[in-house]
């Protein structure tokens, strides 16, 4: 099976950078998400789903469950939200938006369709 191909948005490079301040083990909980995302980049509920209604042919996923070891004991239930675009048929995933659900209540939509229009 081919490797999936990750890139980031430069939005996305941001919202990293601002979360390593307060989350330092950020990368490296985003590496166990990568691998999990080579075996499975579609959706799979209850741990990610397709965000609909945005009028787009580009698959745009969100991921509801990521386990972030600064936040001890949370496990997968950290409350970060992970938002890629999926590109089956080039076996590529980019990374869109990552937050907090404390710091925002939804995806910036903005965003979304601003890249992938």
């Known amino acids: 099976m081919n490797k999936i191909e990750f890139d980031e948005l430069s939005e996305f490079k941001k919202d990293l950078k601002n979360l390593l301040k307060k989350y330092r083990s950020l990368n ?3 590496e166990v998400v990568k691998l999990d995302l080579n075996d499975e980049p579609g959706e799979s509920p ?9 009028g787009l042919t580009t698959c745009i996923i969100k991921v509801k469950k990521i386990a972030c070891k600064a936040l001890k004991g949370r496990g997968v239930n ?15 995933i980019i990374f869109i938006e990552l937050y907090h659900k404390n710091d925002k209540e939804n995806e910036d939509r903005q965003r979304i369709l601003k890249n992938f229009k």
């Open 78 to 92: 950290s409350g970060f939200r992970l938002i890629y675009a999926h590109f089956p048929d080039e076996e590529k």
């Open 28 to 30: 490296e909980d985003l």
């Open 46 to 54: 209850p741990f990610s789903f397709r965000i609909d209604n945005l």
